[in-house]
């Protein structure tokens, strides 16, 4: 009888320890590792993303490119080529702020995201997806793990997502190297040259640091 019961809490205790791992919202990894991970927001432009792989190939680190609807239909070979060199995620159809769609909107936005890269790349989205903005509530969140995503945010950014106010080479490798810590999910835009110029020797920098790139597939 002990046993059984032993059993059924050390059951219980694993299944609301699973639950709670599926429903929260990820920002960062273990801060005991020195893993860190890498992820892209990539939309309205291409012009560095194939730099960008380009330097991720070479360097040989994996990263999640959260891409938006714009993005996704009007640079099918670049999203065909993040598909196979890199995780390729949800990041919204539309780009707007989910917490102001009804639910029937978002789940919709979702299915024509995920409709859009089975067309494009032949196989299923990784059910990974990043709110637009960072913004997002629980009517939202209950859906998103209904359709079985996991949630990542990140707890290493800067100003980085305007093209056109490119705060230089410099400011993006200091705040990257200043920022990051055990466990960081890092986030960049794809949008500004400086991203694509300093990513090579912000690796290496954070390489020399003893910081070890993996994907977020650690996180699951």
Do not use: C
């Amino acid at each position: 009888m002990k046993k059984t019961y032993l059993f059924l809490l050390l059951f219980f205790s694993l299944f609301v320890f699973t639950a709670n791992a599926q429903n929260k919202v990820i920002f960062h990894g273990n801060t005991n590792s020195n893993h860190i991970y890498l992820t892209f927001d990539d939309g309205y432009s291409a012009k560095n993303t194939e730099k960008i792989l380009n330097t991720l190939l070479e360097k040989k680190v994996p990263a999640t490119f959260f891409i938006e609807g714009e993005f996704l239909v009007q640079n099918p070979i670049l999203v065909r080529r993040i598909a196979r060199e890199q995780t390729l995620a949800n990041h919204t159809f539309s780009h707007k702020d989910i917490t102001k769609m009804s639910n029937e909107v978002f789940r919709k936005d979702i299915f024509k995201f995920e409709t859009e890269v089975m067309r494009i790349t032949g196989a299923p989205v990784t059910k990974y997806f990043r709110p637009p903005m960072g913004y997002i509530n629980s009517a939202k969140k209950t859906i998103l793990d209904d359709l079985g995503y996991t949630v990542f945010k990140w707890n290493v950014s800067y100003y980085d997502y305007v093209y056109n106010d490119d705060r230089g080479v410099e400011y993006a490798l200091n705040n990257l190297l200043k920022q990051t810590k055990n466990g960081s999910i890092i986030l960049m835009h794809t949008l500004t040259k400086s991203n694509a110029n300093v990513l090579g020797t912000a690796i290496d920098k954070l390489r020399a640091k003893g910081f070890v790139f993996a994907s977020l597939d650690e996180l699951i």
